[in-house]
């Protein structure tokens, strides 16, 4: 038998610099902060920090629109603070993960700027240029190439005066796509992350990586009805050469590193049955995907249109990923990183059960089948923030949709509403290390306000407390260390219909685990043999302060139990 794979008994944690600790006081956090903060991820007992992008930016999508790939932003420090931190984290055992962004530059990046400066640039064929759709003149509305809408609003497609022709940009247009049909841009992509290979790093979670082989046809997308914008994504996600890039990229940077890496596919609307091909070992593209089907369950008509939770359809939707990924393929577990709200806002109770709920949210997924990851605050139980009103916002997904929406004639109270629920500027205020004024992110003025209720909620006043949020995640931490049916056993989902209570088992060889959350206030009956198949079983973890075993689960109780077979 094959050795397991080191990163399916790993935990990592993902640290979003800007919001993390600011070093300088300049309101910003940076990459000294992080190094002054170590302690708490050693504390924590995570195996790989993946951080945000850090590289030269203009910071239109906070650093997601890199303009020079090989350095770092000032304000996040220089290239010897980085290898500082690397070596840090190297020093307490932890790896680190860098995030790759190459689907897009930023506009500012030295290719695009060639690219742009005329038809005949060596450069041009770097990007997607496409002159105006037939019969139209350039630069007035309806020329754009295609009708796809950009997924910060708006067309997808920029107009440059300058040789009369269009750019493509998925995101913002301070973004345009990479054309990865060209030979040069993958070579320069691989050289460079060759270049951080060398540099000490152990892998990249890579952004939005399923959209760089797009249908080059770039056929106009179906609009919805109410839509300005048609949908690019069937011919953008997954697109027909993706696993062929993906290979070659193994290939090119990956074979002949003999030290453990980590890959992580970041790929919104990727499917299970590809998944499945992303990370089957024997393909060699990458070790886990990062999906979103789980994350979108509350999501109607586009992420704004917010839909009441229905637990049974998360339970449908991680149970399929489950099993699909059982035999082959590996996934990534998440509730929290710097696109999503909070989870405890979300799918827990951030008022008077914050804290229970929180523990309950992150024993149901780290018990499960995959790599966690926790995203800075989650260990803590952080919720979603006050946002008075728009002014409060920094996203530019936020602003620009508040824009639109509220130009097209909606109510801005209800856009409102549906920022401060889904928007992802609750997951990019401030780390809260204590219950001082910035709540010890930053003597400054912060870039975007602190959680108000940080005063309460804040790490110097978990790391001591048995029954924190925070112990109880450096337990689940421990646990896929040392419990090897928590990393490798098989995934059994009980109770699919039951809309209270989440209920599965894990299963290696003598040991059985019984995994069960309430997701409500109230006491839920379990409709499982407790008393007699599982009485006597060990109480691995619960979330209650003074646990009562029996046959119904208390209010947002997690509680998972232990059996030994003997052989
Ligand atoms: O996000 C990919 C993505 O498609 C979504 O998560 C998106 O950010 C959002 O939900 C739109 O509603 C990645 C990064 O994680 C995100 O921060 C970047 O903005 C985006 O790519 C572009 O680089």
């Avoid at 995030?99 to 695009?112: C, G, I, Y």
């Avoid at 109230?522 to 109480?539: F, K, M, N, S």
């Avoid at 979330?543 to 109780?557: F, S």
């Amino acid at each position: 038998m094959q050795p397991e794979q080191w990163w399916k008994s790993a935990v990592v944690y993902q640290i979003y610099p800007r919001s993390f600790a600011d070093s300088d006081g300049d309101g910003v956090g940076d990459l000294r902060g992080v190094i002054n903060r170590l302690d708490h991820l050693e504390r924590l007992g995570v195996d790989v920090v993946w951080l945000s992008p850090v590289y030269p930016s203009p910071m239109d999508d906070n650093g997601y629109d890199i303009s020079d790939y090989q350095d770092i932003d000032p304000t996040f420090g220089d290239l010897d603070t980085f290898d500082e931190l690397v070596a840090g984290l190297h020093g307490r055992g932890i790896k680190v993960v860098m995030d790759l962004v190459v689907n897009h530059t930023s506009d500012e990046h030295a290719w695009f700027a060639e690219s742009r400066a005329g038809l005949d640039s060596p450069r041009r064929d770097w990007y997607w240029w496409r002159p105006a759709r037939p019969g139209t003149t350039p630069g007035t509305p309806g020329a754009e190439p295609n009708n796809w809408g950009s997924f910060f609003s708006g067309s997808a497609w920029q107009y440059d005066e300058r040789s009369g022709e269009y750019y493509l940009h998925l995101f913002s247009r301070k973004q345009p796509d990479l054309n990865w049909e060209n030979p040069e841009v993958r070579e320069a992509v691989y050289t460079m992350m060759r270049w951080w290979l060398d540099r000490g790093i152990d892998g990249f979670r890579m952004d939005v990586i399923n959209f760089i082989s797009k249908a080059t046809e770039l056929p106009d997308g179906e609009v919805r009805p109410g839509e300005l914008f048609g949908d690019g994504t069937p011919y953008v996600f997954s697109g027909p050469r993706i696993h062929e890039y993906l290979h070659e990229m193994h290939q090119r940077v990956f074979a002949g590193i003999d030290r453990p890496l980590l890959l992580v596919g970041e790929m919104p609307g990727v499917t299970v049955e590809d998944a499945a091909l992303f990370t089957d070992p024997d393909r060699a593209e990458v070790d886990m995907v990062f999906q979103f089907e789980h994350v979108g369950i509350d999501q109607g008509d586009g992420k704004w249109d917010v839909l009441p939770f229905d637990l049974r359809t998360l339970k449908a939707s991680l149970g399929r990923w489950q099993r699909g990924l059982a035999a082959r393929g590996w996934n990534s577990l998440y509730w929290n990183n710097h696109d999503q709200p909070r989870v405890v806002s979300r799918f827990g109770d951030d008022g008077e059960h914050r804290e229970r709920s929180a523990k309950m949210l992150g024993t149901v997924l780290h018990l499960h089948r995959g790599t966690p990851y926790i995203y800075q605050g989650e260990e803590l139980g952080m919720s979603n923030s006050v946002f008075h009103d728009i002014s409060a916002f920094r996203d530019i997904e936020a602003v620009n949709h508040y824009g639109h929406a509220t130009a097209a004639g909606a109510d801005p109270e209800q856009v409102l509403t549906a920022l401060r629920t889904m928007g992802r500027d609750n997951a990019r205020t401030p780390m809260q290390w204590d219950g001082t004024l910035r709540a010890g992110f930053t003597t400054g003025t912060p870039w975007i306000e602190v959680n108000p209720n940080h005063v309460e909620v804040n790490a110097a006043a978990q790391y001591d407390d048995k029954d924190s949020v925070f112990t109880h995640y450096r337990r689940l931490v421990d646990l896929r260390h040392s419990e090897p049916a928590v990393a490798y056993g098989d995934f059994t989902m009980l109770l699919e219909d039951d809309p209270h209570v989440y209920a599965f088992t894990r299963s290696l060889e003598g040991t059985e685990l019984l995994v069960l959350g309430n997701f409500t206030g109230e006491t839920r009956p379990v409709d499982l043999p407790l008393g007699t198949d599982w009485a006597g079983a060990e109480l691995l973890v619960t979330n209650l302060d003074d646990p009562h075993v029996t046959g119904a689960l208390a209010p947002w109780e997690a509680r998972v139990l232990a059996r030994r077979l003997s052989a």
